[in-house]
T-cell receptor
Framework: EAGVAQSPRYKIIEKRQSVAFWCNPISGHATLYWYQQILGQGPKLLIQFQNNGVVDDSQLPKDRFSAERLKGVDSTLKIQPAKLEDSAVYLC??????????????FGPGTRLTVL | AQKITQTQPGMFVQEKEAVTLDCTYDTSDPSYGLFWYKQPSSGEMIFLIYQGSYDQQNATEGRYSLNFQKARKSANLVISASQLGDSAMYFCAMRGNNAGNMLTFGGGTRLMVKP
């Protein structure tokens, strides 16, 4: 079974530039998550999708971050414009279903973003 | 609101010995799940073990076991017979049924296994 795919693996941009990350979840997984992991911290959920609908985006800085999941499969996360504090690893994860206490999330390798 | 606390930023353990990584949590949800993930230097989060709040027995998965003490709100990870490949960051996380199933992570513990 193929895992969660993410690209690019690394990205370096100047502040105020735009950047986009792509995620392809495990086939058949209805739920998709984007996390931000700042160096030395645990991951923080930015947004979660159930199929192509947003379930929770309460921690997404909507003035500069946006995400979509067209057709309920792949997803893109965009930052426009980027700030220095956006430097982090952006992790994508997927799971079979949303509504279950036990609901293992499978993570991708992440995209390491450096904003200069 | 949910909160996970990992008080050990870093730990050393001798190869082949056992080690306990601490995790305490706080939640108002009556039903919740506790997870441990391993994050090697490659960056990927690897699921290790799960404990449900109503599970009567402590979870075990191979060399991993979870010491669940509900009254103390602790869910410590025990790794037996440590191996060099166990060197990584370890994160405790929690999901509550009333929190939109959001997974909340602790700050992590860096484990270093000495040969």
């Amino acid at each position: 079974e193929a895992g969660v795919a993410q690209s690019p693996r690394y990205k370096i941009i100047e502040k105020r530039q735009s950047v986009a990350f792509w995620c392809n979840p495990i086939s058949g997984h209805a739920t998709l998550y984007w996390y931000q992991q700042i160096l030395g911290q645990g991951p923080k959920l930015l947004i979660q999708f159930q199929n192509n609908g947003v379930v929770d985006d309460s921690q997404l800085p909507k003035d500069r971050f946006s995400a979509e999941r067209l057709k309920g499969v792949d997803s893109t996360l965009k930052i426009q414009p980027a700030k220095l504090e956006d430097s982090a690893v952006y992790l994508c994860a997927s799971s079979l279903v949303l509504a279950a206490s036990y609901n293992e999330q499978f993570f991708g390798p992440g995209t390491r973003l450096t904003v200069l | 609101a949910q909160k996970i606390t990992q008080t050990q930023p870093g730990m050393f353990v001798q190869e082949k010995e056992a080690v306990t990584l601490d995790c305490t949590y706080d939640t108002s949800d009556p039903s919740y799940g506790l997870f441990w993930y391993k994050q090697p230097s490659s960056g990927e989060m690897i699921f290790l073990i799960y404990q449900g709040s109503y599970d009567q027995q402590n979870a075990t998965e191979g060399r991993y076991s979870l010491n669940f003490q509900k009254a103390r709100k602790s869910a410590n990870l025990v790794i037996s017979a440590s191996q060099l490949g166990d060197s990584a960051m370890y994160f405790c996380a929690m999901r509550g049924n009333n929190a939109g199933n959001m997974l909340t992570f602790g700050g992590g513990t860096r484990l270093m296994v000495k040969p």
